[in-house]
Structure formats: C-alpha cells, structure tokens
C-alpha cells in the first residue's frame, strides 16, 4: 500500500485488509511518501495495534510516485503481492484467498485482477463495473493493447518488479501498466468474475482525476517505451497501441480547438509503422483534422501551435 497525504481515507483501506479471511498470514507494508498531513500518526497507529501485519515505511523525503511503488515492493515477503493504493479499498472479505488459490492452481498465471466500482470521495457508484471486459484468461496481447486490470484488484507474483527497466522511474503517474506487461512476459493474465474492490475518485490523483488528453499523453509515453522491453514479434502490437492514443489524442485537441496540433498528431498517428493498422481509423482521423483546420481558417481563426 502506498500512500501520500492519504490521512483521510488509509484507516478505510487498513480495515478493508484487516477484514480479510484467509487461510494463510498476511503482511501489509505501507510506504508513506513524505505525507505532510497525519498520514504517518495513522500509520503508526495502526501499526501498534497489529505489530505482527503492519510495516510502516516512512520516507525523510519525498522519492516520487514510482520509486516509492518500486521501493514498497522491494520490502514485501509474500509469494504474492497484493495492490492497493491508501485511497481505494477492498469490498469482499474473501478477495485474497480467492486470488491466492486461483495463482496457487496455476504456475502459468502470473497475474490476476477482478471488476471494482468506480465511486466518488463520498461512495456514490459511479460505475458498478469496471472494466468493459469479459472475464477470463488474457495474454501480452490484450494487455499491450489496453491496461484492463484495476491497480486495487491487482495480485502478482512477487519479484516482477526487478524486471522493470530504468526508465520505468522516469515515467509520469503510470505504474500499474508496466507491472502488467512485465507479468503478461512470464504468464497470463485472469480476469476473475467478481466485483472485489472500489476504485475512488479522488481528486487530486496522479491519474483518475486528470482529463482524458492528460491520460492518453501518460499512456502514450509508455507504449513509446514498451518496445524495448518486448519480444520483437509484439512490436507490431506495441505500434498499434500507440497509433490508438494518438488517434485519441487528436481528437481531444481538436475538441479543444487546438487544430494545427491535432493535425500534427494525427499524421503521427498515420505514420506509426505499420501505417497500414487501423488504416481507415487512422484516415479518418487526419481528414477531420485537416477538415476542422480548413473551416477554422475561412472563419478567420488563428491556428495554435
């Protein structure tokens, strides 16, 4: 569990672990970033009270949201690590024994989530369940296309994480995406029929809160690094993904009046080898671009740029 400023919301997430029935022990390390609320006096709090579960890591300053995931991770002991972030918390008292039992069953999932809800800072349902898929066994190639498994749901093996390359410290607000791909790399991934956990709106968060260019940008400059830690016979698929977000990406700039941009990342989008994936999409999304450009400027706009 990683937290910052979370002094709101860790004791609903503690307690959701704590209520959990399980068949074997339990650690829960929680890595504070430099909290400047009460986050760390929760903490500890909790700490006392269960001094055989809870781990508290307190940082002296603040190390980033991806070297404190890294870091968090490094100081687990299970065979299994288990996502959750201080804000989201667990709604099924069996949550972990089902998924320890489903990755004791098989050595060849390395990974495994279920659906959570999407809810507001005062638990009204957004979404009762996420995400859009069905639920089953899935390899690299869905999870190089789209990052389907919420970060509360998600349970892997323990040691993944060292495969991570060096650039994975540098990426903006995305940690969860590149876990997956390492785990797609070494099993399959399921998606268990369940909703388990809720997922919380809170704003302010490195990604939820942000609009859907902020979030296309951030995926984006993930899938341009994904090549180099995937076997070449997936580039195609990795090449794919990226065209899908600049598709995306354009046509949010175009909806904020930023044509010349949208222009230029369309062509970006039609130009990211192979040009012939999503072909027609791809056309589309230049044309519309040129058309919105075109109009703008017989009305007398002044193209950004």
Not at 4 to 24: H, I, M
Not at 66 to 83: D, L, P, V
Not at 139 to 158: D, Q, Y
Request: with cysteine; charged share 25%.
């Amino acid at each position: 569990m990683t937290a910052y400023n979370s002094e709101k919301w860790l004791p609903r997430a503690l307690d959701s672990v704590l209520s959990q029935q399980t068949s074997f022990p339990i650690e829960i390390v929680i890595g504070d970033d430099c909290s400047a609320d009460g986050t760390i006096a929760v903490a500890r709090s909790y700490e006392e009270r269960h001094p055989n579960v809870i781990r508290v890591l307190e940082r002296s300053k603040n190390i980033g949201m991806q070297r404190n995931y890294y870091e968090t991770f490094e100081h687990c002991r299970g065979k299994y690590i288990a996502w959750l972030d201080a804000d989201d918390y667990w709604t099924d008292p069996e949550k972990l024994e089902i998924q320890v039992k489903l990755l004791e069953s098989d050595p060849s999932i390395s990974a495994c989530g279920h659906f959570a809800r999407w809810v507001s800072m005062d638990g009204v349902v957004m979404r009762d369940r996420f995400p859009a898929m069905a639920p089953g066994r899935y390899g690299l190639k869905e999870i190089i296309r789209s990052n389907f498994i919420p970060s509360p749901t998600n349970m892997f093996r323990n040691g993944f994480h060292r495969d991570l390359p060096p650039w994975f410290f540098d990426l903006t607000g995305l940690a969860d995406w590149p876990i997956l791909v390492i785990a797609g790399l070494n099993g399959d991934i399921v998606l268990i029929d369940r909703v388990m956990a809720n997922y919380t709106l809170t704003p302010g968060s490195a990604y939820m809160s942000k609009d859907s260019l902020y979030q296309d940008s951030i995926d984006l400059e993930f899938c341009e690094r994904m090549g180099s830690i995937i076997p070449s016979q997936w580039h195609r698929q990795v090449r794919a993904s990226m065209g899908k977000r600049y598709e995306s990406i354009a046509y949010q700039l175009r909806k904020e009046g930023n044509f010349s941009a949208a222009r230029q990342t369309a062509l970006k989008a039609l130009h990211t080898p192979d040009p012939t994936d999503n072909f027609v999409s791809k056309i589309k999304t230049v044309l519309a671009s040129l058309v919105y450009e075109a109009l703008w400027k017989v009305r007398g706009g002044r193209v950004t740029t």
